[in-house]
T-cell receptor, first 118, second 113 residues
Framework: DQQVKQNSPSLSVQEGRISILNCDYTNSMFDYFLWYKKYPAEGPTFLISISSIKDKNEDGRFTVFLNKSAKHLSLHIVPSQPGDSAVYFCAASTSILILTGGGNKLTFGTGTQLKVEL | DSGVTQTPKHLITATGQRVTLRCSPRSGDLSVYWYQQSLDQGLQFLIQYYNGEERAKGNILERFSAQQFPDLHSELNLSSLELGDSALYFC????????????FGPGTRLLVL
């Protein structure tokens, strides 16, 4: 059962334009969400996170939006740059597990390959 | 560079064999996590250790085991290997066990022939 879904395996955007990557989740217990970026032959790199008490978090060119009622989050990259070309993973965790001593595991989506073209 | 190191980078072995993957967390991090990424899949959580003790378990096969040593490095042992165990294995670390960012190593690519 895929609790975190990234339905677009790939996305192509022109340099300077906005990239919008989407993520849906099914587990209503998730209350913390993260985006990671991954280049080939490297491990995932943390980009930005958002807690469920917020609906938006911004860090430079990256903004994450959370719509709890729709169980949907999105990552906006503005403006997109060629160096942003990578696979982007959405991940989620629940504080219930953390508070009950169950650890801090992340549940990941399958990723979206972003290509920013010149 | 995340500060998390993993060895080896690549591993080729045969079915039925046993391998050990090693991870050194970032300086100061007490939690270590292991994830598996198979072809076209997201990262699947395997297991978490905190300061030497197992803290959480995911869908880790019984043929797999892990431990975290007093110096906080961790090893993931994979035995009776099958073709389907071929994957990227990532280690991540974080300071503690509450909501902190997990920093990932470069991964070990395992190929079982």
């Amino acid at each position: 059962d895929q609790q975190v879904k990234q339905n677009s395996p790939s996305l192509s955007v022109q340099e300077g334009r906005i990239s919008i990557l989407n993520c849906d989740y099914t587990n209503s217990m998730f209350d913390y969400f993260l985006w990671y970026k991954k280049y080939p032959a490297e491990g995932p790199t943390f980009l930005i996170s958002i807690s469920s008490i917020k609906d938006k978090n911004e860090d430079g060119r990256f903004t994450v939006f959370l719509n709890k009622s729709a169980k949907h989050l999105s990552l906006h990259i503005v403006p997109s740059q060629p160096g942003d070309s990578a696979v982007y993973f959405c991940a989620a965790s629940t504080s219930i597990l953390i508070l009950t001593g169950g650890g801090n595991k992340l549940t990941f989506g399958t990723g979206t390959q972003l290509k920013v073209e010149l | 560079d995340s500060g998390v190191t993993q060895t080896p980078k690549h591993l080729i072995t045969a079915t039925g064999q046993r391998v050990t993957l090693r991870c050194s967390p970032r300086s100061g991090d007490l939690s270590v996590y292991w994830y598996q990424q198979s072809l076209d899949q997201g990262l699947q959580f395997l297991i978490q250790y905190y300061n030497g003790e197992e803290r959480a378990k995911g869908n880790i096969l019984e043929r797999f085991s892990a431990q975290q040593f007093p110096d906080l490095h961790s090893e993931l042992n994979l035995s009776s290997l099958e073709l389907g165990d071929s994957a990227l294995y990532f280690c991540a670390s974080s300071v503690g066990t509450v909501r902190e960012t997990q920093y990932f190593g470069p991964g070990t690519r395992l190929l079982v022939l």
